[in-house]
C-alpha cells in the first residue's frame, strides 16, 4: 500500500520512517517533508503545503495513496479530515470541531470543567484589566497562556506578578503570537514532575502508547522561555503501573467518552501532557490532538507493531481487536537547535557530520532543506538525535555521541536531557 504523511518536523519524519519499515508499505509520500524524509528509504518528498488539502487528495488519487497520517496541527484545526471524507478517502486525524481540543486552550478547560477530568483552576479572558486582577488575587507562581494555536512556544510560567502581567500584555495586544494570543488562559501552577501520555483512538477504542517526558525550556535546569521541546526520552519512570492506571481512568477514558458524548467523537492522536504530583496525583496541563514532537522520536524509535495498520484499523472504527508492542529498551533524543531559538534563530547553515553518527543512532530531521547538493538548516529545531539501550545512561550516551557528531553554525542544545532519570537513579 501507499501512505501519505503531513508535515515537515522530526515527528512526520519518525512517522514515515517507522512507516517505510513495514513490509505491507510500497511507499511512503511525505508533504512536503524535509531532507531526512528525502534519503528515506521508501520515501519521497511532495512539495505541497500542509494546508493545501485540494493537492493532497489530488495526489492521493494520482498515486493510489491507501492512507493519510497527519502530523501537525494546523492542518487538524483548518478540517483536513472533513475535506478528506468527503473525498472518500481515509485519513486518520480528529476532525476540525474535535481538535479544538487542541486549537483553544478555553474548549479544552470548559470541557474538563464539564466532565470532570482534573486540570488547575484558570481564568479564560480577551480582557487585560480583568487578567490583571486574575494575577493580583492568586499571586505567582502562576502561568499564562495564548488560547490559541503559537507552535508550543505561547506558555509562560511567571515566577511574579510582574512578569505575568508583562506577559498577558504581550499576548492580549497581539504583538507576541498575534490572534493566538488575543484571548489567553491564566492557570494555577501545579507542582510536580510532567510526563507526556499519547494514545490512539477510533472514538471509542484506545490504544495507549509508551509514555514519555519532554524538556520543553530552552536551557539546562529547565531555564529560559519554553520551545516546541529540547528533547524526550521514553519511557517516563514517573508513569508506573499506579501512575498510568490514573491517568487512563481520570483523564484518556473520561475525555474519549466525554467527546462522545458531547457529540464529537474524537479519531487520531491524542496527546495529554501531565503533571505528576509527589502524591501521585495527575491533571492535565494541555491536550494536543496529534503525537508530541519530540516525543515521537524516541516512542516511535521503541515501537514494534505495525503503525500503518493501527490508523487503518482505527479509521475503520476498529481499533479494540488489536494491540500494540513496544521494544523494552529506553530511548533517548535530544534536540540540536539553531541558535536564538525560540526566539530570532538565523536559517541556512550547512550541517555537517551527518554521515558520522555512531551505528546504533538515528538522526531525525525536522528544520532541515536540500539545497545546492548540501543539508541545511531551515527551522529552530533542526534534528533530534536518538540512542536507545536496555540501560538508561548508556542510551543517553549514545545519543550525545550522535550530538557531538554534528556540527553547523551557532548549534545550540541542552546537555542536561534526561536529568530527571538521572536524579531518580541518584535518590
Same mark, same amino acid.
Given at each position: ?60 488519487? %494520482? ?50 470543567? *464539564? ?45 511574579? +506578578? ?63 522561555? +519554553? ?25 484518556? *477514558? ?12 474524537? %479519531? ?10 509527589? +502524591? ?17 522520536? /524516541?516512542?516511535?524509535? *521503541?515501537? %514494534? ?52 553518527? /555512531? ?21 529552530? *529545531? ?43 537513579? %541518584?535518590?
Amino acid at each position: 500500500m501507499n501512505v501519505l504523511v503531513i508535515g515537515s518536523g522530526g515527528r512526520e519524519h519518525a512517522l514515515a520512517w517507522v512507516i517505510a519499515r513495514d513490509d505491507s508499505v510500497d511507499r511512503v509520500f511525505v508533504a512536503p517533508g524535509n531532507a531526512g524524509t528525502a534519503y528515506e528509504s521508501k520515501c519521497t518528498n511532495v512539495t505541497i503545503p500542509v494546508t493545501d488539502f485540494d493537492a493532497q487528495i489530488e495526489l492521493c488519487r %494520482r498515486e493510489q495513496i491507501d492512507l493519510t497520517i497527519v502530523g501537525p496541527e494546523d492542518p487538524l484545526v483548518s478540517g483536513i479530515r472533513e475535506h478528506f471524507d468527503t473525498a472518500g478517502l481515509k485519513c486518520f486525524a480528529p476532525s476540525r470541531e474535535a481538535a479544538q481540543l487542541e486549537g483553544s486552550k478555553g474548549f479544552a478547560k470548559a470541557f474538563m470543567h *464539564r466532565h470532570g477530568i482534573p486540570t488547575a483552576a484558570h481564568l479564560t479572558t480577551s480582557q487585560l484589566d480583568e487578567a490583571v486582577a486574575h494575577i493580583e488575587a492568586h499571586g505567582s507562581p502562576i502561568v499564562v497562556k495564548a488560547n490559541g494555536l503559537a507552535a508550543g512556544k505561547g506558555v509562560v510560567v511567571a515566577q511574579t +506578578n510582574s512578569e505575568a502581567i508583562k506577559a498577558a500584555t504581550l499576548m492580549l495586544s497581539g504583538d507576541q503570537f498575534g490572534d493566538a494570543g488575543r484571548e489567553i488562559v491564566i492557570e494555577d501552577f501545579l507542582e510536580g514532575e510532567e510526563a507526556s501520555y499519547i494514545v490512539m483512538s477510533d472514538g471509542e477504542s484506545i490504544l495507549p502508547f509508551a509514555s514519555s517526558q519532554d524538556h520543553k525550556p530552552v536551557f539546562d535546569g529547565g531555564r529560559g522561555p +519554553n520551545t516546541g521541546g529540547m528533547g524526550a526520552y521514553s519511557p517516563a519512570p514517573v508513569v508506573d503501573e499506579i501512575v498510568e492506571a490514573k491517568i487512563l481512568d481520570q483523564v484518556i *477514558r473520561p475525555t474519549i467518552e466525554g467527546m462522545a458524548a458531547d457529540g464529537i467523537p474524537f %479519531r487520531g492522536f491524542l496527546y495529554a501532557g501531565l503533571m505528576i504530583s509527589k +502524591n501521585n496525583d495527575v491533571h492535565v496541563v494541555e491536550f494536543n490532538c496529534r503525537f508530541g514532537d519530540p516525543e515521537a522520536q /524516541p516512542v516511535l524509535y *521503541r515501537l %514494534r507493531s505495525s503503525l500503518t495498520s493501527l490508523c487503518l484499523a482505527a479509521v475503520d472504527g476498529q481499533l479494540g481487536e488489536h494491540a500494540i508492542e513496544f521494544d523494552d529498551r529506553a530511548a533517548v533524543g535530544v534536540v540540536v537547535a539553531s541558535g536564538g531559538y525560540p526566539e530570532q534563530y538565523e536559517t541556512g547553515h550547512v550541517i555537517s557530520g551527518l554521515d558520522q553518527i /555512531p551505528a546504533g543512532v538515528k538522526t531525525f530531521h525536522a528544520g532541515t532543506r536540500i539545497q545546492d547538493d548540501e543539508i541545511q538548516t531551515s527551522g529552530g *529545531r533542526v534534528v533530534c538525535v536518538v540512542g536507545a539501550d536496555s540501560d538508561f545512561m548508556h542510551a543517553r550516551r549514545l545519543a550525545y555521541q550522535g550530538v557531538d557528531a554534528i556540527r553547523f553554525k551557532d548549534q545550540h542544545f541542552r546537555t542536561d536531557i534526561g536529568y530527571r532519570v538521572i536524579e531518580r537513579f %541518584r535518590n
